[in-house]
């Protein structure tokens, strides 16, 4: 459930940015009288639904080929650090908590599990971010040729 809400909010980030950018030039041509009402593509909206921005344009710069070496790296990187999350958990986590179990509640026991499983949880927590923001991000933005990376350069 909760990566539904992180879904559903980049998407209402999305529609408000679609929506802030395309008002003003439909309504300043409705006020100008013009004869044609500038309102996106289809395509160009479902571009900006999967490209890895959450500016909309009505185009942006791209790529001229896609480099299918550099994707498949960055989705074995996705599995790589998936692998490597499992791998502290199974390690690290589960055998913190199964002897905890055991014993009986108290608050030295408490303390001691919450301070050793910090390590790990700050480990798996920066594999997700480097999993997600740099690897699959940047994986469909190569496949979408998305040229726009630069922004804060």
């Known amino acids: 459930t909760n ?17 802030r950018e395309n008002v003003p030039r439909v309504l300043s041509s409705v006020k100008d009288k013009s004869g044609t009402v500038p309102i996106p593509r289809i395509s160009q909206y479902l571009y900006f639904l999967f490209a890895p921005t959450l500016i909309y344009r009505d185009n942006y710069p791209r790529n ?12 074995a990187q996705v599995l790589g650090s998936l692998f490597y999350a499992y791998y502290i958990f199974v390690r690290l986590c589960i055998p913190l908590f199964q002897n905890s179990s055991q014993e009986t509640l108290n608050l030295r026991g408490l ?38 990376r630069m922004f804060y350069k």
């Open 3 to 19: 990566i539904h809400s992180v879904v559903q909010v980049r998407l209402v980030m999305k529609a408000h940015s679609f929506v």
């Open 64 to 75: 001229p080929t896609t480099r299918w070496s550099y994707v498949a790296t960055k989705f």
């Open 111 to 148: 303390v001691l599990c919450i301070f050793n499983s910090i390590l790990p949880g700050v480990l798996i927590f920066f594999l997700v971010f480097f999993a997600f923001l740099h690897c699959w991000l940047n994986a469909f933005a190569e496949m979408l040729r998305f040229a726009d």
